[in-house]
């Protein structure tokens, strides 16, 4: 189901500018979302769940943020030898990707709590760990979650020239090597995105081919504070205490690990061989379905039944579920896969998960490898 009807003997062409600019418009929700949406209803009366705000959430927030800072401490300041710096390094990559999926994810959704002023201050975590909670509002929840896997409109699936991950981007001859030479590069994904990628999108306005509108008054003075915060505790401080090619040597070290497994999670989810990539109709701009199918079809669960996995990822293994309802709590998400899956069966939506992560990452791999070929068809 590709959307713009594209055969399977057809080679899909690059998406041109002028359909990159032009929004894809959704058809009505239909009888499969109002459907869901009733029984999710229903489903939080008969059990008493609550949509956010749950005990458990302080857990972890208290949890990962005591990891954050021991990991920090003891790389600052306690480790001095490169074997006493590795340990507390690689803790500190993986609570700062942890602190990332399961408090700022939250928060930046509305799904951490009832009250709108800790959403906000759980979301601000986000500039903490290096990036923008302004920048990532209008890449994320905007333009990622209303047009997941759409080439042109999502930015998540574009990597410019270094890959290629739809069957409608453009194919470059080295991209039959990507399925390779992706995996080290993914460790780039945030370095770039602290450094340079967030102030580009600020002073072009633009993230990829969508405008948003630039912070200004106390969202410009946040932008600017949060990076200032970041700097200061990820080079400012440590370089207070050790040579400069030891402080920048670590703090590539945690960017590259804090990259990978950003990237990796959100690979599994979206850039694996059973997601779709649907295309607009080019004479109007519709899409085939309906927005909340278009959410199933696009996105793949991975690992459901992996208790530690789901707590690990602020529930981004359940990304279907985080598509169709992200203002609820991912502490849920596990319950809510089961009604989730049995009502896409129900009416004849295609429901996705893989067994494990290592099913996920060999579906990725063969993904990659099949869009670096220049004959790949949709």
């Known amino acids: 189901m590709m959307g713009q009807g594209i055969q399977s003997n057809q080679i899909a062409p690059p998406v041109r500018r002028e359909e990159a600019v032009r929004r894809p418009k959704f058809i009505g929700g239909g009888d499969f979302q109002v459907e869901l949406r009733r029984r999710m209803d229903e489903f939080f009366q008969r059990t008493g769940r609550s949509r956010r705000g749950c005990w458990q959430m302080s857990v972890k927030l208290a949890t990962l943020f005591a990891l954050f800072a021991a990991s920090y401490v003891l790389l600052v300041f306690v ?17 700062t990707a942890a602190i990332g999926f399961n408090v700022q994810h939250d ?17 601000l975590t986000m500039d903490l760990i290096g990036g923008s909670s302004y920048v990532w509002h209008w890449k994320h929840n905007v333009f990622h979650h209303t047009y997941v896997n759409i080439t042109g409109h999502d930015s ?13 981007q453009k194919h470059y001859w080295f991209h039959r090597w990507q399925h390779f030479y992706l995996w080290p590069l993914y460790g780039l994904l945030t370095i770039n995105w602290h450094l340079v990628g967030d102030f580009h999108n600020v002073v072009t306005g633009r993230i990829g081919t969508c405008r948003f509108p630039r912070p200004r008054g106390w969202d410009l003075l946040l ?8 700097f200061t505790l990820a080079l400012g401080i440590p370089l207070l205490v050790h040579r400069a090619w030891v402080v920048l040597l670590f703090f590539a070290a945690v960017e590259a690990l804090l990259g990978m497994t950003l990237s990796i999670v959100f690979q599994l989810a979206h850039a694996v061989e059973e997601a779709d ?3 607009a109709q080019r004479n109007t701009g519709r899409m085939e379905h309906s927005w909340a199918v278009h959410q199933v079809e696009t996105t793949v669960d991975f690992a459901r039944g992996s208790r530690s996995m789901a707590w690990l990822l602020g529930g981004l293994n359940f990304q279907i579920e985080h598509h169709l309802f992200p203002n609820i709590c991912h502490v849920n998400y596990p319950a809510m896969s089961q009604l989730v899956e049995a009502t896409c069966r129900e009416y004849g939506v295609r429901y996705t998960e893989h067994s494990s992560i290592l099913a996920g990452l060999l579906s990725h791999y063969r993904w990659l490898r099949r869009m670096g070929r ?4 949709a």
């Open 107 to 123: 928060g930046g959704h509305q799904a951490y709590s009832n009250r709108s002023w800790i959403n906000k201050l759980t979301a």
């Open 79 to 95: 480790a001095q030898t490169w074997w006493q710096a590795v340990p507390p390094a690689v803790l500190l990559g993986l609570a």
């Open 156 to 168: 998540d699936i574009d990597l410019g020239i270094l890959g290629r991950l739809t069957p409608h």
């Open 223 to 230: 932008f600017l504070s949060g990076k200032m915060i970041f």
């Open 374 to 377: 220049s004959n790949t068809t």
């Open 277 to 279: 990539f649907p295309m």
